[in-house]
């Protein structure tokens, strides 16, 4: 008989992204034998997290400021954004510490199947920042599936009109691939090589 | 490149088992519902790790087992290399592991893994069935030429899905174009690789099929005619091919979905110039589609460099002696064939390099060749 305890914590950690059951009782089981106050370590960063972290009204980026540290850093160019689909596309590229612009965080791309059209994403943020703030580049980096290329091919159609130049963050990237799994040298690459969208 | 060894676990009624193979003939013999075509599904999925059936994997895996996996080493011919391609699957996903590595690219496996022929009864489908066969014969031996070809199909199909879910929903064009450009690009490609392949193959075909006497032609019918015009670029094409889209339109959304495109062409097929799925007999599609799998494994031979491994599932039953004979002698060419077969004399002809088998109820026992 498993101890309910920690059959309920095994379940809850199954939950997580990338985390099976095997992977789930390691975790539990080392924390248990773990010595000089780990769990209670741990527990006080879970509870952190969900007590400060907070969604940046700019970018959308989460962090425990507003707005969060790339929007509040007076260094970062102001005029070039990067438009990402998630947050961790956002720490990915940060990642590479070749980025000095700003960024803009969708919050998804265009998907009929899943029910996502330009409403559900924050794409009326972005208008109104790249017509208020003085924008003079939009780095389109979705990915490059089927759904991040059809958005970025919207975001042309959005700012047609603007003078906002549009570009496309460049190759190195697999097709079909997702930007969080790219290794940082190879995002370095992507975002020398832009190419123009039109 | 051959299969050496198989190992089987926890797949239809198959028990589980480790078989070594012959690089020539393997020959399958057992009464029906034994499991004999269950053991060629389990080599297909080895090789190509999916069920020629189109089978879920909840139909694969034996009744109350949640994990199964076939593993097969193959032997490269001259050089004397080889690798160990391993499937497990579950209820939900299939896991490709190549020497012990996991594969997460299809592609990738496939690269590395022999091309694969199947013919069986349900391969006749090809000339008289629906159109959506022969399609999946064109695509499928477009994948088998060039693994890679597998990415373009699916990116053809997720955006037509989106595109058709956006339509029914009735998204504007704005909205709608992003996919619409996803369509275009794969789709011509799509139809530029079907267009050149049904050309070769019924230069090939046509030549076997006139040792029967007879005519073959085959030709490509496509909803969206590409002119193909001297000197057109890729960008010429795409805006031809774009045109087309929007032309449609407003068909398309009335009915809420893309009604043209590689996904609703067929192929044609005549005999003696008459269609074969309007006057063909059950003879005269039988021997087309024989001469169609004939020039599908010349066709591989040529493009991979390696033979294709051959399955025919009790197919020798169906063909007269003259077509069996041909058959044989164009599959059995350094090649590694598995055969299965209710009756030995069926077979009827001697094989160098031959190994039998004696399937019954799920066991594939070795048996000594005769
Ligand atoms: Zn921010």
Redesign the interface.
């Known amino acids: 008989m498993v101890s309910p305890v920690i059959q309920n914590l095994v379940n809850r950690l199954r939950r997580l992204p990338g985390i099976g059951t095997r992977s789930a009782e390691r975790i539990v089981f080392h924390l248990m034998a773990a010595q000089g106050g780990e769990i209670a370590a741990l527990a006080d960063s879970l509870t952190e997290l969900g007590e400060r972290i907070c969604t940046c009204g700019i970018c959308g980026n989460l962090s425990d400021s507003d707005p969060c540290p790339v929007c509040g850093n007076p260094e970062r160019e102001r005029e070039i954004i990067c438009v990402v689909e998630q947050v961790e596309d956002l720490y990915a590229i940060e990642r590479s510490s070749q980025y000095r612009g700003l960024y803009h965080v969708l919050g998804g791309v265009?998907?009929?199947?899943a029910g996502i059209?330009?409403n559900e994403l924050s794409i009326g943020k972005l208008v109104e920042r790249v017509r208020h703030k003085g924008v003079r580049e939009l780095i389109v980096a979705t990915n490059t599936?089927?759904?991040g290329?059809?958005?970025?091919?919207?975001l042309v159609?959005?700012f047609k009109e603007d003078r906002v130049r549009l570009t496309r963050i460049a190759h190195g990237i697999p097709?079909?691939g997702h930007l969080s799994y790219v290794d940082s040298g190879t995002m370095a690459k992507a975002l020398e090589g832009r190419r123009p969208l039109s | 490149m051959w299969i050496r060894t198989i190992e089987v676990d926890g797949l239809r009624n198959l028990r589980s088992q480790d078989l070594e193979c012959s690089r020539g003939m393997n020959i399958l013999i057992g009464e029906n519902a034994q499991g004999k075509s269950n053991f060629l599904e389990a080599i297909s999925l080895a090789c190509q790790a999916r069920s020629f059936r189109q089978s879920t994997n909840e139909e694969i895996l034996q009744f109350g087992r949640e994990h199964g996996s076939v593993t097969a080493s193959f032997e490269e011919g001259g050089s004397g290399g080889s690798i160990t391609c391993r499937i497990a699957l579950d209820e939900r996903h299939k896991y490709a592991f190549v020497d012990g590595r996991q594969v997460t690219q299809i592609t990738d496996f496939l690269e590395r893994t022999p091309p694969m022929v199947v013919f069986r009864s349900e391969s006749l489908a090809i000339g008289r069935g629906s159109p959506e066969v022969r399609r999946r014969f064109l695509d499928g031996l477009l994948v088998g030429l060039a693994p890679s070809f597998a990415?373009v199909l699916?990116?053809y199909r997720?955006?037509l899905?989106?595109?058709n879910?956006?339509l029914k929903?009735g998204?504007g064009v704005?909205?709608l174009?992003?996919?619409d450009?996803?369509l275009v690009v794969a789709g011509v490609v799509l139809l530029e690789r079907r267009r050149a392949l049904v050309e070769d193959l019924g230069k090939i075909a046509a030549r076997f099929q006139m040792e029967f006497g007879e005519e073959l032609g085959l030709s490509y019918r496509a909803t969206i005619p590409l002119s193909y015009g001297d000197g057109q670029t890729l960008e010429d094409k795409r805006a031809e091919y774009r045109s087309f889209l929007k032309r449609g339109l407003h068909r398309d959304r009335q009915q809420g979905t893309t009604t043209k495109g590689p996904h609703r062409d067929d192929l044609s097929i005549s005999l003696q110039g008459r269609s074969l799925k309007r006057f063909g007999s059950q003879g005269q599609v039988r021997s087309v589609v024989i001469s169609l799998k004939i020039a599908e494994i010349e066709l591989l031979s040529q493009a991979r460099g390696r033979p294709p491994i051959l399955l025919l599932d009790d197919v020798g039953a169906e063909l007269d002696h003259r077509r069996r004979e041909r058959l044989f002698d164009a599959v059995s060419k350094g090649r590694q064939v598995f055969i299965t077969t209710t009756k030995l004399e069926v077979l009827g002809l001697d094989f160098e390099d031959c190994r039998l088998f004696k399937v019954e109820q799920g066991e594939v026992g070795n048996k000594v060749a005769n």
């Open positions: 265009l998907s009929p199947i059209g330009p599936s089927t759904e290329e059809a958005t970025a091919l919207y159609h959005v097709v079909g | 990415r699916r990116r997720r955006a899905m989106q595109r879910t956006a929903k998204w704005p909205e174009a992003g996919f450009d996803e």
